[in-house]
Nanobody
Framework: QVQLVESGGGLVQPGGSLRLSCAAS????????VAWYRQAPGKQRELVAL???????AYTDSVKGRFTISRDNAKNTVFLQINSLKPEDTAVYYC????????????????WGQGTHVTVSS
């Protein structure tokens, strides 16, 4: 299991942008599919974006058109570009990685990082 560290969150006004990073430590992302999740206050964790080891991407409908997931295998990093931020995007954002894509959709992992906080407020 690869060690992952999320970063890039912060306090942003509605309509602003953030670029989140999911960096591997002690391994590389080239053989993994990677997914971003978020957990808003009082809600369950939700998968928002996924990128496969081949570069294919998928998004939940609520973020499609505003969020873009990408990867830089040379830097062992996956990014989540978030544009046109809305207050409902406020959440803690997490990433996870797996060779099996279906397990990422299930999201049933024992190991999660501390995440990175995104707060959208004027």
């Amino acid at each position: 299991q690869v060690q992952l560290v999320e970063s890039g969150g912060g306090l942003v006004q509605p309509g602003g942008s953030l670029r989140l990073s999911c960096a591997a430590s002690g391994s590389d992302f080239s053989v993994y599919a990677v997914a971003w999740y978020r957990q808003a206050p009082g809600k369950q964790r939700e998968l928002v974006a996924l990128i496969t080891m081949y570069g294919g991407t998928a998004y939940t409908d609520s973020v499609k058109g505003r969020f873009t997931i990408s990867r830089d295998n040379a830097k062992n990093t996956v990014f989540l570009q978030i544009n046109s931020l809305k207050p409902e995007d406020t959440a803690v954002y997490y990433c996870n990685a797996d060779w099996v894509v279906n397990r990422l959709y299930a999201g049933e992992y024992d190991s999660w990082g501390q995440g990175t906080h995104v707060t959208v407020s004027s």
